[in-house]
């Protein structure tokens, strides 16, 4: 069965730390897809990434970067010189066909910048 | 223009209550979604329908009837609303079911339900 593992609950850092983000994943297909979304305190989702289970370039974007390993069934997520800004609770997902489009979403990572 | 629409932002009612969540997408996309986000923030989809027939519908009591009128609209209606109902729901829209390059799923600011 499908299922995302985030085993950070909550972590704090100061503005300016780096700081990474865990996601492994346990699927059987072979064709599926990575997420991460953000949930700020406003409450929406906001999509960050997305990588198909064929593609594992690393991936920079700005101040973020991604890390997908099929060997270790992981996509972590990294933040560089965070900021306040980004704190919020941060969500791993998979998505797989299962006679239609499904995504199962990591329990979230709570992320706490302070300045 | 907001690209998926739900409303209400807040609802707040008594148990034994019946309730309706309205969602609306812009985008012209064939499937839409309902997922439940409790309180400890966990996040689990509820319903899928495409061009407005279910194709996913997980474990999810019969008092939540999804309704789509037409492919650009999912609603929710929740029958003898319970304490355990309380959380964020929220709508997702995607081009179409299948697994491509294509496809993103597109969230709603999500709805709180508050049953008293």
């Known amino acids: 069965a499908q299922k995302v593992t985030q085993a950070q609950t909550e972590i704090s850092v100061v503005e300016k730390e780096d700081v990474t983000l865990d996601c492994v994943y346990e699927?059987?297909?072979?064709?599926?897809?990575l997420f991460w979304y953000k949930q700020p305190p406003s409450g929406e989702l906001v999509f960050l990434i997305r990588r198909n289970s064929f593609d594992e370039q690393n991936e920079i974007s700005g101040r973020y970067s991604w890390n997908f390993q099929k060997s270790t069934s992981s996509f972590n997520f990294t933040i560089t010189a965070s900021q306040v800004v980004d704190s919020a609770v941060y969500f791993c997902?998979?998505?797989?066909?299962?006679?239609?489009?499904?995504?199962?979403f990591g329990a979230g990572t709570r992320l706490f910048v302070k300045a | 223009d907001t690209a998926v629409s739900q409303t209400p932002k807040y609802l707040v009612t008594q148990m034994g209550n019946d309730k309706s969540i309205k969602c609306e997408q812009n985008?012209?996309?064939?499937?839409m979604y309902w997922y439940k986000q409790d309180s400890k923030k966990f996040l689990k989809i509820m319903f899928s329908?495409?061009?407005?027939?279910?194709?996913i519908n997980e474990t999810v009591p019969n008092r939540f009837s999804p309704k789509s009128p037409d492919k650009a609209h999912l609603n929710l209606h929740i029958n003898s609303l319970e304490l355990g109902d309380s959380a964020v729901y929220f709508c997702?829209?995607?081009?179409?079911?299948?697994?491509?390059?294509?496809?993103?799923?597109?969230f709603g600011a999500g709805t709180r339900l508050s049953v008293l």
């Open positions: 985008l012209g996309h064939d499937t």
């Open positions: 699927t059987r297909d072979t064709t599926y897809y």
């Open positions: 329908y495409n061009n407005k027939e279910l194709i």
């Open positions: 997702a829209s995607s081009q179409d079911p299948q697994l491509t390059a294509k496809n993103i799923q597109y």
């Open positions: 997902a998979l998505s797989e066909y299962t006679g239609g489009f499904k995504t199962i």
